[in-house]
Antibody, heavy 125, light 110 residues
Framework: EVQLVESGGGLVKPGGSLRLSCAASGFTFTNTWMNWVRQAPGKGLEWVGRIKSKTDGGTTDYAAPVSGRFTISRDDSKNTLYLQMNSLKTEDTAIYYC????????????????WGQGTTVTVSS | QSDLTQPASVSGSPGQSITISCTGTSSDVGTYNLVSWYQQHPAKAPKLMIYEVSKRPSGVSNRFSGSKSGNTASLTISGLQAEDEADYFCCSYVGSKILAFGGGTKLTVL
């Protein structure tokens, strides 16, 4: 069964840091481009960033609001995706979803065909 | 503020068809055939319904279809069913390796 399971969410003060993890199973993680998407309470979806597979360069891209503060990385030996969040702001409060592109055979790196259930990050003093 | 504009809400009766629009610009939706659509039920993770403007993933009902004209992409749901009531989000490649979502549309089945 294809599965993504996020963890690491919690309450953090403004200016603080947090690292989210996403454990992947049921598919070839090594070959998969992975994304983080977030959803603030009662709001819409917001793309956070992406990391390509190592065979495609392993490079990362970020949305403007998080660029320079957030870092996406992956450990293919552990089938795990990470999101390091620094200098957190109250507006970073959201559910953070880990997503995969092309997992189910779709040859489209820019859509997200597998989603985790999300982990909640609350930034508040 | 989203890069892509969707109506806040649409509604329809069971059996009817509805269309949700997603308007971008000539630099994103108008240029790239990389528009996807996601369905989200309350307190659930989103689900991919359409990718590359009009392609349906395996397992998605053929009542869902996508199209594009100029800078506007559209999601059409035919034969509306109660289970279709959900939020729908479009997403497009907007250049510079960046993705952007629309603000979302709440579909109510009357």
């Amino acid at each position: 069964e294809v599965q993504l399971v996020e963890s690491g969410g919690g309450l953090v003060k403004p200016g603080g840091s947090l690292r989210l993890s996403c454990a992947a199973s049921g598919f070839t993680f090594t070959n998969t481009w992975m994304n983080w998407v977030r959803q603030a309470p009662g709001k819409g979806l917001e793309w956070v960033g992406r990391i390509k597979s190592k065979t495609d360069g392993g490079t990362t891209d970020y949305a403007a609001p998080v660029s320079g503060r957030f870092t996406i990385s992956r450990d293919d030996s552990k089938n795990t995706l990470y999101l390091q969040m620094n200098s957190l702001k109250t507006e970073d409060t959201a559910i953070y979803y880990c997503t995969g592109a092309g997992v189910t055979g779709i040859l489209d790196y820019y859509s997200m065909d597998v989603w985790g259930q999300g982990t909640t990050v609350t930034v508040s003093s | 503020q989203s890069d892509l504009t969707q109506p806040a809400s649409v509604s329809g009766s069971p059996g009817q068809s509805i269309t949700i629009s997603c308007t971008g610009t000539s630099s994103d939706v108008g240029t790239y055939n990389l528009v996807s659509w996601y369905q989200q039920h309350p307190a659930k993770a989103p689900k991919l319904m359409i990718y590359e403007v009009s392609k349906r993933p395996s397992g998605v009902s053929n009542r869902f279809s996508g199209s594009k004209s100029g800078n506007t992409a559209s999601l059409t749901i035919s034969g509306l069913q109660a289970e279709d009531e959900a939020d729908y989000f479009c997403c497009s490649y907007v250049g510079s390796k960046i993705l952007a979502f629309g603000g979302g549309t709440k579909l109510t089945v009357l």
